[in-house]
């Protein structure tokens, strides 16, 4: 069951122009929601995130906006250059037990083209 | 500070052959996850450990998957017998008491099983 849903799946951006990606989520009790962003032959690595607590975050040109009562999120990407080029994934932390852990969404392939 | 390792990067089988993979984690960082991505896919969390004890092991198909970690440091994941449908990125990433914020990835092992 894919608990986090993530689209488009690919896209093609003109380098200086900005990028929308978006999320959806059904577990209200998520509350922590990450993006990563994954290069060819390398690990995600973190890029920015967000709590359920608040409704915007931004760092440079990136920033990610959360809608709790519609369980959606988006990362917006300003000035879009060529090596932004990779695969972005959206993610979301449940709590449970005595841990917690992440649902990935299955990301969405960016290429910015000069 | 040196990031998650994982070794081998890339691993080559023929169907029924099993492999393992061994991830060293960021120092001081108590938690460890593998998680599974298929071509074009998100992670998916297959077990993590807190320490030496398994927290969620879930997900992890128990007949030919096995993982652990008897020192709550370094960990490996095994598969016996391995399928073509096991082909995939293992991810190690690591973090500091479950929290999501502090969860840094390996590079991964790339396995095809022919």
């Known amino acids: 069951q894919q608990q986090v849903r993530q689209s488009p799946q690919s896209l093609t951006v003109w380098e200086g122009g900005t990028t929308v990606l978006t999320c959806s989520y059904e577990?209200?009790?998520?509350?922590?929601f990450p993006w990563y962003q994954q290069f060819p032959g390398e690990g995600p690595a973190l890029l920015i995130s967000i709590l359920s607590v608040s409704d915007k975050k931004e760092d440079g040109r990136f920033t990610t906006f959360f809608n709790k009562r519609e369980k959606k999120l988006s990362l917006h990407i300003i000035d879009s250059q060529p090596g932004d080029s990779a695969t972005y994934f959206c993610?979301?932390?449940?709590?449970?037990?005595?841990?917690?852990?992440?649902?990935f969404g299955k990301g969405a392939k960016l290429t910015v083209s000069p | 500070e040196a990031g998650v390792t994982q070794s081998p990067r890339y691993a080559v089988l023929q169907e029924g052959q099993a492999v393992s993979f061994w991830c060293d984690p960021i120092?001081?960082?108590?938690?460890l996850y593998w998680y599974q991505q298929p071509r074009d896919q998100g992670p998916q969390l297959l077990v993590y450990f807190r320490d030496e004890a398994v927290i969620d092991n879930s997900q992890l198909p128990s007949d030919r998957f096995s993982a652990v970690r008897p020192k709550g440091t370094n960990s490996t994941l095994k598969i016996q017998s391995a399928k073509q449908g096991d082909t995939a990125t293992y991810l190690c990433?690591?973090?500091?008491?479950?929290?999501?914020?502090?969860?840094?990835f390996g590079p991964g092992t790339r396995l095809l099983v022919l």
């Open positions: 120092s001081g960082h108590d938690t």
């Open positions: 993610a979301a932390e449940m709590q449970q037990g005595t841990g917690s852990k992440l649902s």
């Open positions: 990433a690591s973090s500091f008491r479950d929290r999501a914020d502090t969860q840094y």
């Open positions: 577990d209200s009790t998520f509350n922590y």
